[in-house]
């Protein structure tokens, strides 16, 4: 059972109130030598102290689904309240947690839109739906998705395939189907979800988690094209909004969105009339820290009208800092309980049970935390749709009428694969049982690993045939233009001797490094970078016998892939 009732907001302490506010970053994983990022995540002295002044709830990163399922219900029997569980699962739960399913991202959805709409919708929702699935089956109850930013900016660095479009309209339908598919509880599941990134981060070629992109788009522009999808999640039903961390001075000259009151309070809460939870982005990134500092921008935050400081860089700090600024008169008192009221409605949504007027009535704390439901994750329904939006929004160019291996004349030659990635070291799409390794390896092409840091052109054999691939797309805190640079100067260098290219990740790179080929250069696109995609990007190429999930068996026919 969870450790106590839960009071009426207005009978918790000014610091009760200010730290249901917060929501903290943890790792996944159970114990603390195991902590990935120190600088960002809590271990678990600070979070048990955290969990004791009442904080409102935890976002997640690593570990594997099933130990995630432990963590979290560890962290609601200590929890003071019952906690929002929080993760950024863009691309489905796998994204984060190994075992779970991991979608492509959101953009191979809209790639299939430009073909077929309804079939995109029907696969948007069933992702939504999966997603939902698979997050409430480890005890996670608020998904930080989708992204409805509008990618209209080939050169964003930090959006990219995250969006599900490059325009408005699309990515309002789609990201509605998203939404609407979280809250079919085939299984019982309830979800949170959350459109971001209020106003729109898709016309940025700054990455925000680095420091802080200035837009110049006014009203009237922001209506047109950055503004729909958000108006369309709210139809929709979203559950929070999160805002962006960027500047649009011609609609507030003096704060960034996540700290603007013009902006939060004034286009988001009262022209576009949405009163469920405003979450801030990270404030650790360096878009805020670098000019506000922890402490001042948890206080303009919350002045701006946010109700949830998600990762402040100084929790105490924070929480003592807003407390202050109520008691200075700087910030209303009614403020905070307004927030925690939607934090209780929003908690209150996550059960059958209905929300009441005086939100004091509370039964649904005295639940027993649910239990792990590992045969809800990656189901065979779950993983064949994650199967077909690879293979229908794939692209493939020129395929070679029988498999490369077949097509080089006896003796075969053994040609070289040469793999380049951002960052070997942080590739867990890239281990030794990847295709991208094995399926080549098996025909008699010998590896050759690159990335941006060691990417020396003088290791590259000039006299055998060579299959590229590009692991390349647009991550914040990746510099994937330089990485595209090097892929550039790649194939240039090995001329004819390129056999076959196969490009994971962005479409914008596929459009750079198309032109550069050997006419009728066999050339295959998907937007996924794991396992499952590498073996459906090969199958055409290669031939393989090998499953999407890496088992030794033959992969159907790519039916209703499009070959361009």
């Given at each position: 059972m969870l450790s106590s009732r839960l009071p009426s907001p207005d009978t918790l302490t000014l610091e009760e109130q200010v730290a249901q506010m917060m929501v903290v970053r943890t790792t996944g994983h159970l114990f603390d030598h195991?902590?990935?990022?120190?600088?960002?995540?809590?271990k678990t002295d600070a979070l048990k102290k955290w969990l004791s002044l009442g904080i409102g709830g935890v976002i997640f990163l690593g570990g594997s689904a099933a130990e995630l399922g432990v963590r979290t219900q560890q962290l609601q029997m200590l929890a003071k309240y019952p906690l929002l569980m929080a993760a950024d699962i863009e691309e489905g739960v796998g994204q984060r947690f190994s075992g779970a399913t991991w979608f492509a991202p959101p953009m191979a959805l809209g790639g299939i839109a430009q073909r077929d709409?309804?079939?995109?919708?029907?696969?948007a929702e069933q992702m939504g739906a999966a997603t939902a699935q698979e997050a409430t089956a480890i005890g996670l109850n608020w998904i930080l998705a989708p992204v409805v930013d509008v990618n209209n900016n080939p050169a964003n660095p930090v959006i990219n395939v995250r969006a599900f479009g490059e325009t408005a309209d699309v990515v309002a339908q789609l990201t509605s189907a998203f939404i609407a598919g979280t809250q079919a509880r085939t299984y019982g599941n309830a979800v949170l979800?959350?459109?971001?990134?209020?106003?729109?981060?898709?016309?940025?070629?700054?990455d925000s988690h680095l420091s802080l992109p200035v837009v110049n788009h006014d009203f009237v522009r922001l209506q047109a094209l950055e503004l729909v999808p958000f108006k369309a999640a709210i139809a929709a039903g979203v559950d929070s909004v999160m805002t962006a961390h960027l500047q649009l001075p011609k609609l507030d000259p003096d704060y960034p969105s996540t700290l603007s009151k013009v902006t939060l309070s004034g286009l988001l809460r009262r022209d576009l009339g949405f009163d469920g939870l405003i979450v801030t982005d990270a404030l650790?990134?360096?878009?805020?820290?670098q000019q506000y500092g922890p402490t001042e921008a948890a206080v303009l935050a919350v002045e701006a009208g946010a109700d949830i400081l998600l990762m402040p860089a100084d929790v105490e700090g924070a929480i003592a800092a807003v407390?202050?600024?109520?008691?200075s008169g700087r910030i209303v008192p009614e403020m905070i309980l307004r927030a925690v009221e939607r934090i209780w409605r929003a908690k209150h949504t996550l059960t059958d049970l209905p929300v009441t007027h005086g939100i004091s009535r509370h039964a649904w704390q005295h639940q027993a935390v649910p239990p792990v439901q590992v045969d809800q994750i990656a189901t065979t329904d779950i993983q064949d749709v994650a199967t077909k939006?690879?293979?229908?929004?794939?692209?493939?160019?020129n395929a070679p009428p029988a498999s490369l291996s077949q097509a080089i004349s006896a003796p075969l030659?053994?040609?070289q694969n040469v793999v380049l990635v951002d960052d070997l070291l942080h590739a867990p799409f890239l281990g030794r049982t990847a295709p991208a390794v094995t399926v080549p390896t098996a025909q008699g092409y010998t590896l050759v690993l690159m990335d941006s840091r060691s990417a020396d052109m003088d290791r590259l054999r000039t006299d055998v045939t060579t299959l590229v691939q590009l692991f390349i797309r647009g991550n914040p805190f990746k510099q994937s233009e330089g990485l595209s640079a090097i892929a550039s100067s790649l194939i240039k260098a090995l001329g004819s001797n390129v056999q076959a290219v196969v490009i994971y990740g962005s479409p914008y790179v596929r459009q750079q490094i198309q032109p550069l080929l050997p006419a009728n250069t066999p050339c295959v696109f998907t937007?996924?970078?794991m396992k499952r995609a590498q073996a459906i990007a090969l199958q055409p190429l290669l031939n393989p016998n090998q499953s999407p999930d890496g088992a030794s068996l033959a992969i159907p026919a790519l039916d209703g892939a499009f070959t361009d």
């Amino acid at each position: 059972m969870l450790s106590s009732r839960l009071p009426s907001p207005d009978t918790l302490t000014l610091e009760e109130q200010v730290a249901q506010m917060m929501v903290v970053r943890t790792t996944g994983h159970l114990f603390d030598h195991e902590v990935e990022y120190p600088q960002w995540e809590a271990k678990t002295d600070a979070l048990k102290k955290w969990l004791s002044l009442g904080i409102g709830g935890v976002i997640f990163l690593g570990g594997s689904a099933a130990e995630l399922g432990v963590r979290t219900q560890q962290l609601q029997m200590l929890a003071k309240y019952p906690l929002l569980m929080a993760a950024d699962i863009e691309e489905g739960v796998g994204q984060r947690f190994s075992g779970a399913t991991w979608f492509a991202p959101p953009m191979a959805l809209g790639g299939i839109a430009q073909r077929d709409l309804p079939l995109a919708l029907t696969l948007a929702e069933q992702m939504g739906a999966a997603t939902a699935q698979e997050a409430t089956a480890i005890g996670l109850n608020w998904i930080l998705a989708p992204v409805v930013d509008v990618n209209n900016n080939p050169a964003n660095p930090v959006i990219n395939v995250r969006a599900f479009g490059e325009t408005a309209d699309v990515v309002a339908q789609l990201t509605s189907a998203f939404i609407a598919g979280t809250q079919a509880r085939t299984y019982g599941n309830a979800v949170l979800t959350s459109a971001k990134h209020f106003p729109g981060h898709g016309d940025t070629d700054m990455d925000s988690h680095l420091s802080l992109p200035v837009v110049n788009h006014d009203f009237v522009r922001l209506q047109a094209l950055e503004l729909v999808p958000f108006k369309a999640a709210i139809a929709a039903g979203v559950d929070s909004v999160m805002t962006a961390h960027l500047q649009l001075p011609k609609l507030d000259p003096d704060y960034p969105s996540t700290l603007s009151k013009v902006t939060l309070s004034g286009l988001l809460r009262r022209d576009l009339g949405f009163d469920g939870l405003i979450v801030t982005d990270a404030l650790v990134m360096g878009g805020i820290t670098q000019q506000y500092g922890p402490t001042e921008a948890a206080v303009l935050a919350v002045e701006a009208g946010a109700d949830i400081l998600l990762m402040p860089a100084d929790v105490e700090g924070a929480i003592a800092a807003v407390c202050e600024a109520v008691r200075s008169g700087r910030i209303v008192p009614e403020m905070i309980l307004r927030a925690v009221e939607r934090i209780w409605r929003a908690k209150h949504t996550l059960t059958d049970l209905p929300v009441t007027h005086g939100i004091s009535r509370h039964a649904w704390q005295h639940q027993a935390v649910p239990p792990v439901q590992v045969d809800q994750i990656a189901t065979t329904d779950i993983q064949d749709v994650a199967t077909k939006i690879l293979r229908t929004s794939q692209r493939v160019e020129n395929a070679p009428p029988a498999s490369l291996s077949q097509a080089i004349s006896a003796p075969l030659i053994p040609g070289q694969n040469v793999v380049l990635v951002d960052d070997l070291l942080h590739a867990p799409f890239l281990g030794r049982t990847a295709p991208a390794v094995t399926v080549p390896t098996a025909q008699g092409y010998t590896l050759v690993l690159m990335d941006s840091r060691s990417a020396d052109m003088d290791r590259l054999r000039t006299d055998v045939t060579t299959l590229v691939q590009l692991f390349i797309r647009g991550n914040p805190f990746k510099q994937s233009e330089g990485l595209s640079a090097i892929a550039s100067s790649l194939i240039k260098a090995l001329g004819s001797n390129v056999q076959a290219v196969v490009i994971y990740g962005s479409p914008y790179v596929r459009q750079q490094i198309q032109p550069l080929l050997p006419a009728n250069t066999p050339c295959v696109f998907t937007y996924g970078q794991m396992k499952r995609a590498q073996a459906i990007a090969l199958q055409p190429l290669l031939n393989p016998n090998q499953s999407p999930d890496g088992a030794s068996l033959a992969i159907p026919a790519l039916d209703g892939a499009f070959t361009d």
